[in-house]
């Protein structure tokens, strides 16, 4: 009975992905090469998310960062701050987008919203169209928002395939870079 919902999760996760415009999802690879250090920030299922993509940066040999963490250093210019937010209007995450701009970062988003707070402000918006937390009776199967965060789950590994080509990287070189201390 469990997996009696898989195909009509898969095909609204299709089409959510599928709305990704191109040259936005482009962007924020150029955006990602170009940084001297990638800032991960996220709340809850989104900032899991977004803390899963931060680690496989590293893995590509990238300096990557997840916001909060104890190691985590000062963003400066050059600095790419990288913001999962499914509402886009999360005060804390608002917050440290205008810490990091103020700092001289550039600023990506991914979001449900364009014109979210966090939309409004980023140098460069990429749009899961999904309905919010709070507005998901009807409109999809899934809860609470797990259409934007299964949604962002596979948009992230995208860009890993892409930056893998780019960089040079294959599963073998990234699993080089794979903490061993376990």
Same mark, same amino acid.
């Given at each position: ?120 402000? $980023? ?55 794979? $903490?061993?201390?376990?």
């Amino acid at each position: 009975m469990a997996f009696m919902y898989s195909e009509e999760i898969l095909k609204e996760v299709r089409e959510a992905v599928s709305g990704i415009r191109k040259e936005e999802a482009e962007a924020l690879e150029t955006e990602i090469e170009k940084a001297g250090r990638i800032f991960c920030d996220g709340l809850g299922r989104s900032g899991l998310c977004c803390k899963g993509f931060a680690m496989r940066l590293m893995h590509l040999g990238l300096t990557s960062y997840y916001v909060g963490e104890t190691v985590t250093p000062s963003v400066r210019p050059g600095d790419l701050l990288l913001v999962c937010s499914g509402s886009g209007n999360s005060e804390a995450l608002v917050s440290h987008a205008r810490k990091a701009k103020a700092n001289g970062a550039r600023l990506a988003v991914v979001t449900g919203k364009r014109e979210s707070t966090l939309g409004m402000l $980023a140098d460069v918006c990429i749009v899961i169209a999904s309905p919010g937390k709070d507005e998901t009776d009807g409109e999809t199967i899934l809860p609470m928002g797990s259409l934007f965060e299964g949604a962002s789950s596979l948009f992230f590994e995208n860009m890993v395939l892409a930056l893998m080509q780019k960089l040079g990287e294959t599963s073998g070189t990234m699993f080089e870079r794979h $903490a061993n201390l376990e």
